[in-house]
């Protein structure tokens, strides 16, 4: 696989941008194989991704920071880079529903997710054999309205000895503190079972048929202090009937949801979004 690098930028929108940009990564022979940027004009906004191979670019990647800062501090830029020769650390929180977590796993089994995954966590052990199958250490760290912030810190515990840099709550029916969501800000991605913001909070699907929609759909965004209010990464809808009862809502959204939440995976895995006013880019 050809070894890259991958810088995201968003800063106030001016001209030059692109421009300084090119002309730094050309000064260190680089050879860009992707970009592509959005400009918001209502919150006057540049984001931008941009790839380049580093097989012949000539700047160690050690002094990056200190070669682009600045450009980074001329056009205000909140930026990041990250390399893909690095596997991002990724955990799984699961409860008992485990199609989305065997998605997951088969992915990551299969190498279409770019990550490791030193553990999951569960609040139950139904989903313990699974994740045996796929060599995933498991524990189970029960969680109830007593015992949540000592649950909850047993959790960061572990999350922090194993270096993890993505969590994803792969149907873990549990909400997490406000203290637990700032440790990670736009590192916890959930998969909800309907299309936000119709329909947020629990069963769903039992509301959506009461109320006889046509479209079901999934939605999967990062985790914020307000419940189902994060950053939207993906959805995805199907078409339903009059003919279909709950159970038949329920089965189409399970399979949404496994591959909404697996878009939005790999999309995060690959440093294709950028997160501005609780929105997202999605660069292709």
């Not at 279409?112 to 045996?132: F, G, K, M, Y």
């Not at 947020?200 to 985790?223: C, E, M, N």
């Amino acid at each position: 696989m050809k070894k890259t690098a991958t810088l995201l930028i968003s800063c106030p929108d001016q001209k030059g941008i692109s421009a300084a940009i090119a002309n730094f990564l050309l000064t260190y022979n680089a050879n860009i194989v992707h970009s592509d940027q959005h400009q918001d004009n209502t919150e006057n906004l540049f984001l931008m991704r941009v790839e380049w191979d580093l097989s012949d670019f000539t700047l160690d990647m050690c002094a990056f920071a200190a070669a682009f800062q600045p450009i980074a501090d001329k056009f205000s830029m909140v930026w990041r880079v990250a390399l893909s020769g690095e596997r991002p650390r990724m955990a799984i929180f699961v409860s008992r529903y485990d199609h989305c977590f065997a998605d997951l796993l088969h992915r990551y089994h299969s190498g279409e997710l770019h990550c490791e995954i030193p553990l999951v966590i569960s609040n139950h052990e139904d989903c313990r054999a699974l994740a045996d199958f796929y060599g995933v250490p498991f524990h189970v760290i029960e969680v109830t309205r007593e015992n949540k912030q000592e649950a909850e810190r047993k959790q960061r515990d572990l999350l922090e000895a194993a270096n993890v840099d993505l969590i994803v709550l792969a149907r873990y029916m549990q909400v997490l503190s406000h203290e637990f969501t700032a440790a990670y800000p736009h590192r916890i991605i959930n998969i909800h079972h309907s299309f936000l913001p119709a329909f947020d909070g629990a069963k769903p699907y039992h509301r959506a048929f009461a109320r006889g929609v046509k479209l079901i759909g999934a939605t999967s965004h990062y985790v914020t202090e307000v419940l189902d209010d994060g950053p939207i990464i993906e959805q995805d809808v199907t078409r339903i009937s009059h003919r279909e009862d709950v159970e038949d809502l329920i089965q189409h959204g399970r399979d949404l949801e496994k591959i909404v939440l697996s878009r939005a995976v790999r999309w995060h895995l690959d440093n294709r979004v950028l997160v501005y006013s609780n929105k997202t880019v999605i660069f292709s």
